[in-house]
Nanobody, 127 residues
């Protein structure tokens, strides 16, 4: 089993920045492919970003391109970050990190491709 724990969420003003962290633990964990998703009340879970085991490639949902950046901690194989700049009220959601337990993931925009999920962290952006 792999456990994922997100942190770093909070309440901010439009235009502010936040950095979310996702720490993995459990069975032997390597640099697996990781994804971030978000879910707003009454909406489906939405793909935010993806990073492969090596850090390349990465990909982003259209709504966050140019504002969000995913990265891996070079010193800690178990930690992935989501830097969110220029936050907008429409970014308000619960953010989840997830992994498939594989090095690459072909259908990384599909939430059903991921086997392990964190509990989520709330991000609230007010105008």
């Amino acid at each position: 089993q792999v456990q994922l724990a997100e942190s770093g969420g909070g309440s901010v003003q439009a235009g502010d920045s936040l950095r979310l962290s996702c720490v993995a633990s459990g069975r032997t964990f390597s640099k697996y492919a990781m994804g971030w998703f978000r879910q707003a009340p009454g909406k489906e879970r939405e793909f935010v970003t993806y990073i492969s085991w090596s850090g390349r490639p990465t990909d982003y949902g259209d709504s966050v391109k140019g504002r969000f950046t995913i990265s891996r901690d070079s010193a800690k194989d178990t930690t992935v970050y989501l830097q969110m700049n220029g936050l907008k009220p429409e970014d308000t959601a619960v953010y989840y990190c997830a992994t498939s337990g594989t090095f690459h993931l072909k259908s990384y925009k599909d939430a059903t491709s991921y086997s392990y999920w964190g509990q989520g962290t709330q991000v609230t952006v007010s105008s």
